[in-house]
């Protein structure tokens, strides 16, 4: 008899109407059922809450750094449109430089030939004494500009108009910050700074007021003024195809106006250059976008501390990679535990639920354990910022407008991704098997198979990027203690370099610190640490006139090797006993036959092409009338970054004034700031009016290896989160195993076999896989770092020692994580095992 | 006719061996009839009923279910057959540990898009047709295990199907709650339902209205009991 209440569409032989979608109520109805089993199951809702909020954290704090660090300039209106031009020299004996810095000489003629240009400016950053018209002068940065600056870089004011800002020679623009600085209030316009440089204090009146400029832009000016006549006059770059003083910009109304230009550059260097020194072949010019030049700058002449894109790429990818990590665990532990709801979905399907609706609770479940996961990766996020940034030097804040539409499309991804695999496995189940079975099902050796697949994935990664962290702390420090052939500790820097009249005073200044207690020798140069400022000429062997390097020149004072403490490898140092040793002035005249002594580095002795040290001494080079006999030999002195390879150079020594020099301090006895403030005394003795700029050799040598060394923390905080994540994966995985495997335990140990045995299986079995991941990763891990260590001219060798100390304590750690579960399965009574299920 | 089975054969296939759970299985069933079905454990019962839940598919034969041959069904279309006509009632309850009763009955609603208003009518009466109704808001780890098999027979009773498949529904119980379930599929065959139900109790058994013993695989005994 049929059912009366049925309705007529429920009769066995009409069309059923039921769709197979879930419906709300359904969804509701399985995520509650799944929110009470994490309540219930709280190891396992804690290794994957925990496991995927880590990863979520580590993947928002590197997408932020990551985003950062590509959006350089990308704020700045037209930045599509900006071009810097560059130089390209190729010199003899020295191989390619693409410098950043270009004459300024090429500005004039450039904006005639190429009507293309819609704005130009050149900028030359110096170091200024700036006043308010009371008290003590500061020392800061001051950017010299042509009028059309804002044309070129459209900064957003704060108060005044940036048309006619710098329309005049006695106007300035300063940023809010140096506004506050100097004023103590933002509203400076219309208030006069005097701004003394090259002994020369000129008063201008602020003109305008812009926005601090953001971290992640590639120019970042404090103070701008137009360039003053008279610097122009002085100043070798403006007049002189050979000199660069600065950078010179230019803006475009279209990209294909900059194309254009930077295919007639080669033919305008032809045509312009005017130069007899630059010989054919040796410059020429190029564009480079200025949305390429934050990655594009590290390995040109200028940008040695920029960022290294690879480097921003593989936190990027850390940031990916701990997320899948945190996912492969859901994975695993949601797979490995499919069993425990096989009769839940056998009895779902008896009720008449489809596969499709089961796939769309199961992925409904995981998306909402992405919600708690991704709070806590924004709250872990938000609490690691300060010191991520910090350690990175960067300026990441949280952007929630950015942030929270992505996270809800993570949440999203990655719920469904993570969930996909399980809701398969789930779904797939046969209600009848599963109900006529004693046991529940353990997701065959397939499940088992990929289970195993994905934590060596898992682990290969841990293990990859904590080898990699290891190189990349290794050669940080390194590069932090390398030998650069200079003793940089205790060693002090005066620059006499913004002032003629303090270069005049060179013997003085030099008198002065000579006389501070505790001053061991005092010197002069026109090179110094971190310092692009160089001259180069092109020498000849008198005895093999084909053989003619292009070398660099350093001029240096009495008492150099003392205070910089090079070490002589051949030959000997400098004597003022002997008469040619000592130039009698700083620049020798190549037009008359004068006989000099020099000293060469070990570079050199390979661009003169002597087959050794002891070789060369002797020897004789000219630059046209000029002869330089070679007295001595030195180890190379490394004065800029690791990346860039050394220059071939030569020392002359003079007691003639240097221009552009800086007065080297050694003080071995003194505690740095007391010896900084000691040399400040002795300075305001002789020249009270002119701003103090010392800076001790180490700290100013520290930014070229602190971005590296800021960067190796970050990869070792990454690497400590994927490995815990793995080991989170590795004990949910073990804690479950060990559980189901109590019964099989029984057995075994019923049929002889010892706690020794038994240990030495499950623990055999669960290091195999972690095992098997150092064979992915250690030839990753070698490939990445022999390129990345590749981009340094000074490294540290890729020792498999790091490969083995990773893969030992990534074994020891994972031992460590599974023994508690192992042991107390192991040592389980046979009886009592044998009763488990 | 409710129901009517033409040699069913139903062989389990391993790499090396095929077993035949069943084979040479006739039988018609009846609108309202209780049909026990009784035999030494691994003769086909349990298969059997898994057939007629169309959770297993049989090997060879007809399984008609009205004038519908469900063996031409795809399997979604197997999951809306089930939540509109079937009740399954196990031995081991299958209760979801995570869910309370009320939500455990209500499970069997949720498929067939009832309205919620409705669906909380529903799951009431069929509660306290079971007398299970001052228990809704428990977890079964809270409840005996005779009340777990009222819940359970609450949950495949609700959505009113045309046929209840009771699989050993007194195996777990004590004899008070077992004749308690009895009580119950009878009251429910009284009203109109249909249930097929696997037993090993021969007293259960004679509470049915026809009794079918099977041995390896075939049906021997096909009687209507005197009542």
């Not at chain 1, 250059?273 to 700058?297: C, I, Q, R, Y």
């Not at chain 1, 921003?312 to 990818?317: H, K, P, Q, T």
């Not at chain 1, 996961?373 to 991520?388: D, K």
């Not at chain 1, 020798?588 to 004068?594: A, F, G, L, Q, S």
């Amino acid at each position: 008899m049929p059912n009366p209440r049925l309705p007529e569409t429920d009769l066995p032989n009409t069309r059923l109407p039921h769709s197979r979608l879930p419906n709300a109520g359904l969804l509701a109805h399985g995520v509650l059922t799944f929110c009470r089993m994490l309540s219930r199951h709280r190891l396992y809702a804690a290794l994957n809450i925990v496991g995927l909020g880590l990863g979520i954290a580590v993947f928002v704090v590197l997408s932020l750094v990551v985003r950062f660090e590509y959006g350089f300039d990308r704020r700045l209106p037209n930045a599509a449109l900006i071009d810097r031009l560059d130089e390209i020299w190729t010199l003899p004996g020295e191989g390619r430089t693409h410098s950043m810095f270009s004459t300024f000489a090429a500005y004039d003629p450039l904006r005639a030939d190429f009507p293309q240009i819609a704005a130009a400016t050149r900028i030359d950053d110096n170091r200024c004494a700036v006043d308010d018209g009371r008290g003590q002068p500061a020392t800061m940065s001051v950017s010299f500009v042509d009028p059309a600056f804002f044309d070129v870089f459209a900064l957003p004011m704060r108060d005044g108009d940036a048309r006619d800002a710098l329309a005049a020679p006695d106007r300035v623009a300063i940023s809010e910050s140096t506004a506050r600085r100097l004023f103590g209030t933002v509203d400076a316009r219309g208030r006069q700074v005097g701004i003394t440089n090259d002994d020369r204090r000129t008063l201008y009146t602020v003109s305008a007021v812009f926005r601090d400029v953001p971290p992640d832009m590639t120019v970042r000016p404090d103070i701008l003024a137009v360039f003053p006549q008279d610097m122009k006059d002085r100043t070798l770059a403006f007049r002189h195809w050979g000199s660069s003083s600065g950078a010179t910009w230019l803006r475009f109304r279209a990209a294909a106006d900059a194309r254009a230009v930077d295919a007639g550059l080669p033919d305008f260097v032809h045509r312009r250059m005017a130069d007899p020194e630059v010989k054919p072949g040796w410059f020429n010019m190029t564009l480079s976008p200025l949305l390429d030049t934050h990655f594009g700058d590290l390995h040109n002449f200028g940008g040695e501390s920029g960022s290294d894109r690879r480097v921003i790429d593989a936190l990027g990818l850390v940031g990916l990679l701990a997320l899948v990590a945190a996912v492969i665990n859901y994975v695993n532990l949601a797979t490995a535990r499919a069993g425990l709801r096989a009769r839940e979905v056998a009895l779902r399907k008896v009720l008449g639920a489809t596969r499709p609706q089961l796939v769309a609770q199961f992925l409904a479940e995981s998306v909402v354990l992405l919600v708690p996961c991704a709070v806590l990766g924004v709250a872990l996020a938000e609490l690691a910022l300060p010191f991520v940034n910090a350690m990175g030097g960067w300026a990441v804040a949280i952007d929630y407008a950015w942030l929270l539409p992505r996270m809800a499309l993570v949440v999203l991804l990655v719920g469904v991704a993570a969930g996909l695999y399980p809701a398969l496995v789930l779904s797939g189940y046969r209600p009848a098997a599963v109900l006529a079975a004693s046991r529940a099902p353990s997701g065959g050796r397939m499940g088992q198979r990929l289970r195993n697949v994905l934590v060596v994935a898992q682990f290969g990664f841990a293990i990859a990027f904590a080898i990699c962290t290891l190189v990349v702390n290794a050669q940080a420090a390194f590069l932090r203690t390398a030998d650069r052939g200079f003793r940089q500790d205790h060693l002090f820097l005066v620059s006499l370099e913004t002032s003629d009249r303090m270069q005049g005073r060179q013997q003085a200044v030099m008198d002065a610190m000579r006389a501070v207690p505790g001053v061991d020798a005092v010197t002069l140069s026109d090179r110094q640490p971190r310092s692009n400022n160089q001259s180069n000429s092109d020498f000849r062997r008198t005895d093999r006139p084909s053989v003619d390097p292009m070398l660099t020149i350093e001029k240096i004072g009495r008492n150099y090797r003392q205070a910089y403490g090079v070490t002589l490898v051949a030959g000997r140092w400098f004597d003022a006993a002997h008469g040619q040793d000592v130039a009698p002035t700083a620049q020798i005249d190549d037009n008359k036959p004068t006989t000099t002594s020099i000293v060469i580095n070990e570079r050199a002795v390979q661009a003169l092409d002597f087959p050794d040290a002891a070789s060369a001494l002797g020897q004789v080079l000219t630059e046209r009338q000029a002869r330089f006999v070679i007295i001595g030999v030195v180890r190379d002195v490394r004065f800029m970054s690791a990346r860039a390879p050394v220059t071939p150079q030569l020392y002359l020594r003079t007691d003639a004034v240097i221009p552009f020099s800086v007065v080297a301090v050694r003080a071995d006895g003194v505690a740095p700031d007391a010896m900084m403030r000691r040399l400040q005394a002795a300075w305001r003795t002789i020249a009270p009016d002119m701003p103090f700029v010392g800076e001790a050799a180490d700290g100013r040598l520290a930014n070229y290896y602190r971005p590296d060394q800021q960067r190796g923390r970050l990869f070792t905080l990454g690497a400590g989160v994927a490995i815990v994540i793995a080991c989170l994966g590795l004990y949910g995985l073990s804690s479950f195993s060990a559980a189901r495997r109590v019964h099989e335990i029984g057995i075994r140990k019923t049929l002889g076999a010892s706690t020794r045995d038994v240990l030495g299986l499950l623990v055999g079995q669960f290091l195999r896989p972690v095992l098997l991941a150092n064979l992915i990763a250690w030839p990753v891990a070698w490939m990445a770092m022999r390129g990345w260590l590749a981009g340094f001219d000074q490294r540290i060798a890729l020792s498999p020692s790091a490969f083995v100390v990773v893969s030992v304590a990534a074994a020891a750690l994972s031992l460590l994580t599974i023994l508690g579960q192992t042991v107390r399965v192991a040592r389980a009574e046979p009886a009592k095992a044998l009763r488990h299920e | 006719m409710l129901i009517q089975l033409s040699d069913i054969q139903r062989l389990y296939r391993s790499d090396e061996v095929e077993t035949t759970a069943l084979h040479d299985i006739h039988l018609s069933i009846d609108r309202g009839e209780f049909v026990a079905i009784m035999g030494p454990s691994g003769c086909g019962k349990s298969t059997l009923l898994n057939i007629l839940a169309t959770i297993d598919r049989p090997s060879g034969g007809v399984y008609r279910f009205g004038d519908r041959d469900l063996g031409r069904l795809p399997e979604s279309e197997l999951a809306i057959f089930r939540r509109t006509h079937l009740g399954y009632i196990f031995q081991s309850f299958n209760l979801i540990d995570e869910l309370t009763i009320e939500e455990n009955v209500e499970l069997a609603l949720i498929y067939r898009k009832l309205p919620r208003a409705e669906r909380r009518i529903r799951v009431a009466a069929a509660m306290d047709r079971v007398g299970i109704g001052h228990r809704a808001r428990h977890y079964p780890s809270q409840l005996s295990g005779g009340q777990q098999q009222r819940a359970a027979i609450a949950r495949a009773i609700v959505g009113e199907p045309d046929l209840i498949l009771a699989d050993e529904p007194t195996g777990n119980l004590d004899t008070e709650n077992g004749a308690q379930v009895m009580d119950i599929l009878q009251t429910l065959n009284d009203e109109g339902a249909t249930i097929v139900m696997v037993t090993h109790s021969p007293s259960h058994a004679d509470l049915a209205k026809r009794r079918v013993d099977m041995l390896d695989g075939q049906i021997v005994i096909s009687v209507r009991n005197a009542i």
